[in-house]
């Protein structure tokens, strides 16, 4: 059974760098085809989609938050990490990671609970 | 940049089939998916490669894409369907979602 645990800061100020760790389990992301994404919500909007990195170690990034994202994963430990540079009000929401299933084709098939992030001073 | 456009909400009645559409530029030549999220949680995948159902998801969910728009349909719409609902695809080496469609059961 895959299960992901996102964890980071509750609060963020402005202009600071956000970190998100993803902690998973029942894959590994050595294995043909795995991946692991990043998708947020800001509260009462929709998912907005921002980074995968997959068992090769190719990444791809939304381009609306590309020059400020970054996305690593250590295969050892199962876990995946999303910085956020810069951040403001506007990134405040919930950030979930996600499995990516890509063997045929790419498909996002199980998600954590996601973690809640406020940006504010 | 590439945009998937859904209704803002859809009604429907209980045991009636309900339909929500997902539309974008030759959305068609893309596979879709379509995820479920109820208030405070995760969202649910409940259809992917257009029309494939996860484990665990019930017959009554199905779906089509072609053209320019991809359409979930849920029939026999039971209390427990009442949900957000976004569709996603791949565009261009990148994951775009739709909007999300509120749909309330009456």
């Known amino acids: 059974q895959i299960t992901l645990k996102e964890s980071g800061p509750a609060l963020v100020k402005p202009t600071q760098t956000l970190t998100v760790t993803c902690s998973f389990s029942?894959?590994?992301?050595?294995?043909?085809?795995?991946?692991v994404g990043w998708i947020r919500q800001p509260p009462g909007k929709a998912l907005e989609w921002l980074a995968v990195?997959?068992?090769?170690?190719?990444?791809s990034y939304s381009p609306s938050v590309s020059s400020r994202v970054t996305i690593t994963k250590d295969t050892s430990r199962h876990q995946v990490v999303l910085t956020m540079t810069d951040m403001g009000p506007v990134d405040s929401g919930t950030y979930f990671c996600?499995?990516?299933?890509?063997?045929?084709?790419?498909?996002?098939?199980?998600w954590g609970k996601g973690t809640t992030v406020t940006v504010s001073s | 940049s590439y945009e998937l456009t859904q209704p803002t909400s859809v009604s429907v009645s209980p045991g009636q089939t309900a339909s929500i559409t997902c539309s974008g530029h030759?959305?068609?030549?893309?596979?879709v998916c379509w995820y479920q999220q109820k208030p405070g949680q995760a969202p649910v995948l409940v259809l992917f490669?257009?029309?494939k159902r996860p484990s665990g998801i019930p017959e009554r969910f199905s779906g089509s894409n072609s053209g320019n728009t991809a359409t979930l349909s849920i029939s026999g719409i039971q209390a427990v369907d009442e949900a957000d609902y976004y569709c996603?695809?791949?565009?261009?080496?990148?994951?775009?979602f739709g909007g999300g469609t509120k749909l309330t059961v009456l």
């Open positions: 490669q257009d029309k």
């Open positions: 990195i997959y068992w090769d170690d190719d990444k």
């Open positions: 029942g894959f590994s992301l050595n294995a043909t085809g795995m991946g």
């Open positions: 030759k959305l068609g030549d893309n596979y």
């Open positions: 996603q695809a791949w565009v261009s080496d990148t994951v775009v």
């Open positions: 996600a499995h990516h299933t890509a063997l045929t084709t790419d498909y996002i098939d199980v």
